[in-house]
């Protein structure tokens, strides 16, 4: 049938126009299957042109098409999915059927569903995605809430409800202020200031119980979208720190955290000291550990002792040069209660007798006062101790590694070290070579520093360019491996939450300085390294706000060395 036979040539004009401006495919056939019609959607949808289909039956050219099918059996089929290439259509398909039952043809009705159905497949792995992060959310022993970019609420876990009181109803949708007894709302901060906020004191609900709050900004394609707060129990946090503080002396001393895998070197002078690192460890001989501040003297001390029959033993470590003059006696020895004047009651084991049956280290021997050394060479020749003020005899068994970057024998000559000890330590020499000695272990180095240090500040960070690792690999590095774990985290300070990359614009400013020094034609050594190590202090100074504390320890020197360079340097 001819669809121009039942229609006035101005209705077929009017109706095929109307056709064309459906976003639906339409195919019409007549009773032999013959194409009729075709609309401009359905073309573009199926890719044809007129040649392609005129005076053709629909089933030599609609791949897959059912529409004979439908004129064959009279009977319709709605809302059927069908591949046509690379498209994915659904479609209806219509016979055409008169008043006195007549076949007079078959429509078809369908619309390209590839876009539509990626788009729901993505939607359901977004809902698959959020169930998963609210299921994990749910199930962590944290207090979790999360706020949307006005600071309001948007989500809570059950711990929230537990400690601040709230549940879903009454804060969701409301400020992030609604759980606030005391205090500011730190989400409400960071959605002003767009950076994290950690250890901010609260309290909260009804009761006003005191939290430490961390709030952390999210970010969605570099848009500020929100923030998401860990809130902290102060209560259990006291209650744990209490319990830590019983068991730290104990921790603390009787296990190595490192072993050899976990000291990064390939370079030949590094690979010779693991090397007599290795073979020494399974003796009992005495270790000297000899190197720079910085060098990885105590890692070493570590990865021996747990390379040695004692690993399942006590390892207990001491920094000569961090306790005040005329404690490390008593620290080393022990006392009994009444010994001087401020012993603790019931007196105290000594270090070594912690140590009995495992390993003491003695970082920074050099700083040893004498009268203790002389105390201490008698141990070593008799592996006896007297507690102060007892006449007790304990025989211990006890293994020692010492390391120093003094030179001890200068010492001895100029009569600041006993000889007789300094033969008794020197015993296994092994040095650890100085940074600077070892360029090639620089780019690992960074690279591991930058994983650890991810863990420690909630970073991102992904790698280094090659132009900041060049200037770090031109640095003299006199902290060593600290000095450089130190200027890495100063970087990543520098660096806006959401960067991935340490560029030369995020190294902290004296790098530059020490850049023109080494790469200039003249200057004087000796000053260059002053200038430089004052610059150091300066910065750390400036970085801990003038706390002298935190900044001999961000140093890894003592506060006392600290004190001493300054008044060096003149800084006030």
Known sequence: MDLENVMTDSKYEYYEQALNSMIEGVIMVNAQAEVIFINRTARQILHLKDEDYAGKKVVDFVPNTRLHKVVEDKKPEIDRIQNVGNVKIITSRIPLIDENGNLKGAFAVFRDITEVQKMAEEVTDLKRVRLMLEKIIESTDDAISVADAKGNLVMVNPEYTKLTGFNEEDVIGKPATIDIAEGESVHIMVAKEKRPIFG??????????????????????????????????????ISLSRELEEANRVIRHLRAKYTFDDIIGNGRAMQIAIMQAKKVASTRATVLLRGESGTGKELFAHAIHNASDRKNSAFVSVNCAALPEGILESELFGYEEGAFTGARKGGKIGLLEESNGGTLFLDEIGKMELNVQSR??????????????????????????????????????????????????????????????RIEDIEPLVKYIIRKLNQEYGRSVEKISKDALNVIENI????????????????????????KEITVSSLPSYVQV?????????HDLKKSL?????????????????????????LGISLRTLFYKMENYHIK
């Open 200 to 237: 901010h004191r609260l309290k909260v609900g009804p009761m006003k119980k005191d939290v430490i709050v961390d709030v952390t900004p999210l970010f969605i394609d570099d848009k500020f979208v929100g923030s998401v707060g860990v809130i902290h129990d102060v209560s259990k946090i």
């Open 376 to 437: 201490f060479l008698r141990f070593l020749q008799e592996m006896e101790i007297t507690k102060l003020g007892s006449t007790k005899v304990k025989h211990l068994d006890v293994r020692i590694i010492a390391a120093t970057n003094i030179n001890l024998e200068d010492m001895v000559k100029n009569g600041t070290f006993i000889p007789d000890l300094y033969y008794r330590l020197n015993v296994v020499p092994i040095y650890i070579p100085p940074l600077r000695e």
């Open 476 to 499: 003299s590095w006199p902290g060593n491996v600290r000095e450089l774990e130190n200027f890495i985290a100063r970087a990543m300070i520098n660096m806006d939450i959401s960067e």
């Open 514 to 522: 020490h850049k023109k020094n080494i790469n200039g034609t003249k």
């Open 530 to 554: 002053a200038d430089y190590e004052k610059g150091l202090i300066e910065e750390a100074l400036k970085t801990n706000e003038g706390n002298r504390k935190k900044t001999a320890q961000s």
